[in-house]
């Protein structure tokens, strides 16, 4: 599910970034910007996902996602708890617009 860098940053040309020549600091860029399209994914088609799911896209610990309570915000999204199923709760990620919380 990499996407290639011209497809991140399309003002910067191939030649800029050939093919596994990405330092470790621009690859951890394009490894959150992969996170950052995921969330936006799940968030767009109204996934629910797991408290291990979340923690994993966070890259947290799970107890640091089920700790922070019903509603909150991480980066550009509002999380919040649905239901339980089984032993499994079930979280939705809604984007939030920054400039209406100026």
Do not use: K
Not at 35 to 47: C, E, F, K, Q, R
């Amino acid at each position: 599910m990499m996407a290639n860098l011209s497809e991140l940053l399309p003002h910067y040309s191939e030649a800029n970034f050939p093919s596994g020549a990405t330092t470790p600091r621009m690859q951890n860029l394009v490894d959150l910007i992969t996170t950052l399209h995921v969330a936006d994914a799940i968030a767009n088609a109204g996934y629910l996902i797991s408290s291990s799911e979340l923690a994993d896209l966070m890259d947290v610990n799970a107890s640091a996602v089920t700790s922070r309570g019903d509603e909150w915000t991480w980066r550009n999204w509002a999380i919040s708890r649905v239901r339980r199923e089984g032993n499994q709760i079930l979280w939705q990620l809604q984007r939030v617009n920054p400039q209406s919380e100026a």
